[in-house]
């Protein structure tokens, strides 16, 4: 996933505007611009001497990201105020231009300070992020719905058709007028006020969800006393396991983790039905327990204060209102997409569940199948049909060869880039890697962080983002970052992932390379700041190459030997590839829906009852599988409730059928060929969304995209 960036692309979009004296009065607060001197120990309020201007980890406290970004706000504010004062008749170059030059500290600290709070938090940046929540919204606010500024943006926007503009700096005008609108600046004064009261409720609630979840998550996971249950788990697992309870102060047992997901890793190798249950249990359940982390109150409100939202912007939902600027357009063209694909995926899941019951039965296991048995199950039934054993998998999937060697490899095959490890840059945490990225001539394009590992001071799942942005009027060269949730490997053992695992690396590497090689002017429209249902194209498309027959065979290697998987086991893979395609459809799709359904809810509803509402829903769109729960419930899907991907989900199926179609384009054309990559480059990787992504799709690939290389990757065809 990538972890949107939203406080940055809205900065970015409000650094637009126009203004003469005949312009609105300014609303916004009179600024006292001296308030933004530096303190001398708080290295955030100048620019980092470091290479690319990378953060000094070294020399940041927790206690300097609340004033740092504070003052921020009252030095863009001051900037902002500064454009839209101005006397001078509006020009792209005073007001827009000026506009994506302003908030230089408030994004450069804004970057670091959210970076944190997702991948290595504490109670002081919790207590922060929570202060800054209602601020940060209204510093928005502030900026959007006022007349004045909003007066220049529009009078450059009407007259965009005369204005001597290049095609991105007309683009640029688009993106600024529609971000003032849908933030409410056609809103009369009343509207204006409620806005801004519901943007400021809507920001603390968001990271409400987050703050509980992540407390939830760390609170649900399942300690075990008797090692005999871990039966199934290898070595390094339960090692991994007895670390993650002596860290969590209970030396001498085992603690089984949650990842973010509804299913769990050990779910697959557990032979104990008893714990198994027990595992998914505390899975579905973990923010539901009724006690300071239960997330359901938070997410009532928080669906309400959106469909308000939505409704005063003249919306019918707040997915009408989400979708509205995507290349889907609306959410029954989101939704079309998702139910199109119930029937055929259920179908599938229904009679893989087959197999697995015939498995049970088989065994004498005297009970129907449930969600806690599928994976354990599913891998039997692969062994059966396909041969194919994880744990024989695992030892060629180091995670250093798999990156150098693979996700590396495959990008300097097909862009000319290399990666070279450095030790010299301060980073945040020590699990954390930094790398040179540099390109064909050796010129460097990017600085690259990885941290790959799973801790308690971490959310859930995977995303990228920059700490630097990519911004053709500083020259400044994107500084970017992955974070994993792998699980960490006791002292002295190898970190070795599933083929799940080696995919995501792929897949977040797709989204830094959307990152290296943006190439715009204008940072608004910069790297990954584009459509939800584009954004996850490139980083989707890149996970092909983790089986490309060069690729595989260049990391798929022995821990232990070096000897390169057998073919017979590479062959297995490959053949298996579609197994299990119905469940893991079905359990996208089911939260998919979730998503849709929740912000399809318009304003005058009553307040919904969490449970009850997810049941219903999941019934109503015929994916109410009992043995196939949604990826993510309702009351932990931090995607929707406090990652930016309100009514936006269905985005990774939508991205799916264009990075299938693109893959064929490449099969068509040669495969992994510098050529291929050079023109994917061009086309797609370094544009951002300096320009109409539905018609460059379209001059890539030669004509519209087909979903029928997606419907065949997945075996639904």
Same mark, same amino acid.
């Given at each position: 996933?990538?972890?949107?960036?939203?406080?940055?692309?809205?900065?970015?979009?409000?650094?637009?505007?126009?203004?003469?004296?005949?312009?609105?009065?300014?609303?916004?607060?009179?600024?006292?611009?001296?308030?933004?001197?530096?303190?001398?120990?708080?290295?955030?309020?100048?620019?980092?001497?470091?290479?690319?201007?990378?953060?000094?980890?070294?020399?940041?406290?927790?206690?300097?990201?609340?004033?740092?970004?504070?003052?921020?706000?009252?030095?863009?504010?001051?900037?902002?105020?500064?454009?839209?004062?101005?006397?001078?008749?509006?020009?792209?170059?005073?007001? *827009?231009?000026?506009?994506?030059?302003?908030?230089?500290?408030?994004?450069?600290?804004?970057?670091?300070?959210?970076?944190?709070?997702?991948?290595?938090?504490?109670?002081?940046?919790?207590?922060?992020?929570?202060?800054?929540?209602?601020?940060?919204?209204?510093?928005?606010?502030?900026?959007?719905?006022?007349?004045?500024?909003?007066?220049?943006?529009?009078?450059?926007?009407?007259?965009?058709?005369?204005?001597?503009?290049?095609?991105?700096?007309?683009?640029?005008?688009?993106?600024?007028?529609?971000?003032?609108?849908?933030?409410?600046?056609?809103?009369?004064?009343?509207?204006?006020?409620?806005?801004?009261?519901?943007?400021?409720?809507?920001?603390?609630?968001?990271?409400?969800?987050?703050?509980?979840?992540?407390?939830?998550?760390?609170?649900?996971?399942?300690?075990?006393?008797?090692?005999?249950?871990?039966?199934?788990?290898?070595?390094?697992? *339960?090692?991994?396991?007895?670390?993650?309870?002596?860290?969590?102060?209970?030396?001498?047992?085992?603690?089984?983790?949650?990842?973010?997901?509804?299913?769990?890793?050990?779910?697959?190798?557990?032979?104990?039905?008893?714990?198994?249950?027990?595992?998914?249990?505390?899975?579905?359940?973990?923010?539901?327990?009724?006690?300071?982390?239960?997330?359901?109150?938070?997410?009532?409100?928080?669906?309400?204060?959106?469909?308000?939202?939505?409704?005063?912007?003249?919306?019918?939902?707040? /997915?009408?209102?989400?979708?509205?600027?995507?290349?889907?357009?609306?959410?029954?063209?989101?939704?079309?997409?998702?139910?199109?694909?119930?029937?055929?995926?259920?179908?599938?899941?229904?009679?893989?569940?087959?197999?697995?019951?015939?498995?049970?039965?088989?065994?004498?296991?005297?009970?129907?199948?449930?969600?806690?048995?599928?994976?354990?199950?599913?891998?039997?039934?692969?062994?059966?049909?396909?041969?194919?054993?994880?744990?024989?998998?695992?030892?060629?999937?180091?995670?250093?060869?798999?990156?150098?060697?693979?996700?590396?490899?495959?990008?300097?095959?097909?862009?000319?880039?290399?990666?070279?490890?450095?030790?010299?840059?301060?980073?945040?945490?020590?699990?954390?890697?930094?790398?040179?990225?540099?390109?064909?001539?050796?010129?460097?394009?990017?600085?690259?962080?990885?941290?790959?590992?799973?801790?308690?001071?971490?959310?859930?799942?995977?995303?990228?983002?920059?700490?630097?942005?990519?911004?053709?009027?500083?020259?400044?060269?994107?500084?970017?970052?992955?974070?994993?949730?792998?699980?960490?490997?006791?002292?002295?053992?190898?970190?070795?992932?599933?083929?799940?695992?080696?995919?995501?690396?792929?897949?977040?590497?797709?989204?830094?390379?959307?990152?290296?090689?943006?190439?715009?002017?204008?940072?608004?429209?910069?790297?990954?700041?584009?459509?939800?249902?584009?954004?996850?194209?490139?980083?989707?498309?890149?996970?092909?190459?983790?089986?490309?027959?060069?690729?595989?065979?260049?990391?798929?290697?022995?821990?232990?030997?070096?000897?390169?998987?057998?073919?017979?086991?590479?062959?297995?893979?490959?053949?298996?590839?579609?197994?299990?395609?119905?469940?893991?459809?079905?359990?996208?799709?089911?939260? /998919?829906?979730?998503?849709?359904?929740?912000?399809?809810?318009?304003?005058?509803?009553?307040?919904?009852?969490?449970?009850?509402?997810?049941?219903?829903?999941?019934?109503?769109?015929?994916?109410?599988?009992?043995?196939?729960?949604?990826?993510?419930?309702?009351?932990?899907?931090?995607?929707?409730?406090?990652?930016?991907?309100?009514?936006?989900?269905?985005?990774?199926?939508? /991205?799916?059928?264009?990075?299938?179609?693109?893959?064929?384009?490449?099969?068509?054309?040669?495969?992994?060929?510098?050529?291929?990559?050079?023109?994917?480059?061009?086309?797609?990787?370094? *544009?951002?969304?300096?320009?109409?992504?539905?018609?460059?799709?379209?001059?890539?690939?030669?004509?519209?995209?087909?979903?029928?290389?997606?419907?065949?990757?997945?075996?639904?065809?």
């Amino acid at each position: 996933m990538l972890r949107p960036l939203l406080l940055s692309s809205a900065i970015a979009l409000a650094l637009v505007a126009c203004g003469d004296r005949t312009a609105p009065e300014s609303t916004m607060p009179a600024t006292d611009t001296t308030a933004t001197a530096a303190p001398a120990e708080n290295a955030l309020f100048t620019a980092s001497t470091l290479p690319f201007q990378a953060p000094p980890f070294d020399k940041l406290k927790d206690a300097d990201y609340q004033p740092a970004i504070e003052a921020g706000m009252r030095q863009h504010l001051a900037e902002i105020r500064t454009i839209a004062d101005n006397a001078d008749a509006p020009t792209f170059e005073n007001t *827009i231009e000026a506009m994506e030059r302003s908030g230089e500290l408030l994004t450069r600290s804004a970057n670091v300070f959210f970076m944190l709070t997702g991948a290595h938090t504490n109670e002081t940046l919790q207590a922060a992020e929570e202060a800054l929540a209602p601020k940060l919204a209204e510093h928005s606010s502030a900026i959007y719905l006022d007349p004045a500024l909003f007066a220049r943006v529009k009078t450059i926007f009407d007259a965009r058709d005369t204005l001597e503009l290049t095609p991105e700096q007309k683009t640029v005008v688009e993106h600024t007028y529609d971000g003032f609108v849908r933030a409410g600046a056609l809103l009369d004064d009343a509207g204006k006020a409620e806005m801004r009261k519901l943007s400021a409720e809507a920001s603390t609630l968001s990271t409400t969800f987050g703050n509980k979840l992540l407390a939830a998550g760390n609170a649900g996971g399942v300690f075990v006393t008797d090692r005999a249950e871990l039966d199934g788990l290898d070595d390094a697992a *339960i090692a991994a396991a007895a670390d993650a309870a002596k860290a969590a102060g209970k030396d001498g047992q085992w603690l089984l983790t949650l990842q973010n997901t509804t299913q769990q890793p050990v779910l697959a190798s557990l032979r104990n039905r008893a714990l198994r249950e027990r595992v998914i249990a505390a899975s579905t359940g973990r923010a539901e327990k009724g006690d300071a982390n239960d997330t359901r109150a938070t997410i009532q409100r928080l669906a309400q204060v959106r469909a308000r939202q939505a409704q005063l912007l003249g919306f019918p939902n707040y /997915a009408a209102y989400s979708i509205a600027d995507q290349m889907a357009g609306t959410p029954e063209t989101a939704l079309k997409l998702l139910t199109d694909t119930v029937p055929a995926a259920t179908a599938r899941a229904r009679a893989e569940l087959a197999k697995i019951q015939g498995v049970v039965d088989a065994q004498n296991g005297g009970f129907t199948a449930g969600a806690a048995d599928w994976d354990f199950y599913a891998e039997q039934v692969r062994k059966a049909e396909f041969d194919l054993d994880e744990s024989q998998i695992k030892p060629y999937f180091e995670l250093d060869r798999v990156l150098k060697d693979g996700v590396f490899f495959a990008a300097s095959q097909l862009y000319g880039i290399t990666a070279t490890e450095r030790t010299d840059i301060p980073v945040y945490h020590p699990d954390v890697r930094v790398f040179d990225i540099k390109d064909e001539d050796g010129t460097q394009i990017a600085l690259f962080y990885l941290d790959p590992f799973k801790r308690d001071s971490k959310q859930g799942g995977a995303w990228m983002g920059n700490f630097v942005e990519q911004n053709g009027l500083t020259g400044t060269i994107p500084v970017v970052y992955n974070v994993e949730n792998f699980t960490k490997p006791a002292a002295g053992q190898p970190a070795l992932l599933s083929f799940d695992d080696v995919t995501t690396l792929f897949h977040e590497f797709g989204h830094a390379l959307h990152g290296f090689f943006s190439n715009t002017k204008y940072p608004s429209v910069a790297g990954t700041n584009t459509p939800r249902d584009f954004v996850e194209f490139p980083s989707q498309f890149n996970e092909h190459w983790a089986l490309d027959p060069k690729v595989f065979a260049n990391y798929a290697k022995h821990y232990q030997t070096g000897e390169a998987m057998p073919q017979e086991l590479v062959d297995k893979i490959v053949t298996a590839r579609t197994f299990n395609q119905g469940y893991a459809t079905t359990e996208y799709l089911s939260a /998919a829906l979730l998503d849709l359904a929740w912000h399809m809810l318009p304003a005058d509803d009553a307040e919904q009852d969490v449970d009850a509402f997810e049941k219903q829903a999941l019934a109503k769109y015929k994916v109410d599988m009992a043995a196939v729960p949604p990826r993510y419930r309702t009351s932990y899907f931090n995607h929707i409730w406090g990652g930016g991907y309100g009514a936006g989900y269905y985005a990774y199926f939508g /991205a799916e059928v264009l990075d299938h179609d693109t893959f064929q384009w490449f099969r068509e054309n040669g495969g992994l060929t510098r050529e291929n990559g050079q023109i994917f480059r061009d086309k797609i990787l370094s *544009i951002g969304h300096s320009r109409d992504l539905k018609v460059a799709y379209r001059e890539f690939r030669g004509k519209e995209p087909s979903v029928e290389p997606l419907l065949e990757h997945r075996g639904l065809k």
